[in-house]
């Protein structure tokens, strides 16, 4: 903003005719596209952005340069070799690489979203509001049961997501 508008807030003459000022707004926006060129490609993607949207936008900025899968086969393929390394650092029960691997397999499953046209924060969203509606449900049959989950096991709170499940459709 600030250097936008030198006539405001800088020094420069506040006496300048519109046209002038309208002249040197061209002129720096001209100057600022001119470095963001010389930047990389993904170098404008904001930081603070949620990291599945994120990874969603440096992936099609990277496509626009032509660094993209053609295909949703390859895409599917990198999937499976990203679950096969995270499977293969968990045996190795190193926590630093399975962060990284777990990282990478989300990247993936972004890239796939993108390549589907889904949108992979409005996806994991419906999954958050469907495994906590799911999840309610096993607790309301339990509590009828006059049990928690914690009085529960897996055995019998998976009868009741399944049962969930059908509800659902």
């Known amino acids: 903003m600030v250097t936008r508008h030198p006539h405001v807030f800088g020094d420069d003459s506040r006496d300048k005719s519109a046209a002038q000022q309208t002249k040197d707004w061209e002129t720096q926006k001209a100057q ?19 990291a599945l949207m994120r990874a969603v936008k440096l992936q099609k900025r990277a496509a626009r ?7 949703t086969d390859q895409v599917l393929d990198k999937l499976v070799e990203e679950a096969r390394e995270v499977v293969d650092a968990s045996e190795r029960l190193d926590q630093q690489a399975l962060a990284a691997e777990i990282g990478d397999l989300l990247f993936v499953v972004a890239n796939l979203a993108r390549h589907l046209g889904v ?18 449900f096993i607790e309301a049959e339990l509590a009828a049961r006059g049990k928690t989950p914690g009085e529960s096991d897996l055995e019998e ?3 009741l997501w399944d049962a969930a499940k059908a509800a659902d459709r």
């Open 32 to 50: 600022e596209r001119a470095a963001k060129a010389r930047g990389g490609v993904l170098d404008d993607v904001a930081l603070g952005l949620p």
């Open 65 to 71: 340069v032509g660094f993209d899968w053609p295909s």
């Open 119 to 136: 949108d992979p924060e409005e996806a994991l969203r419906g999954t958050n509001a469907k495994f906590t509606r799911r999840f309610g």
């Open 157 to 159: 709170m998976d009868a």
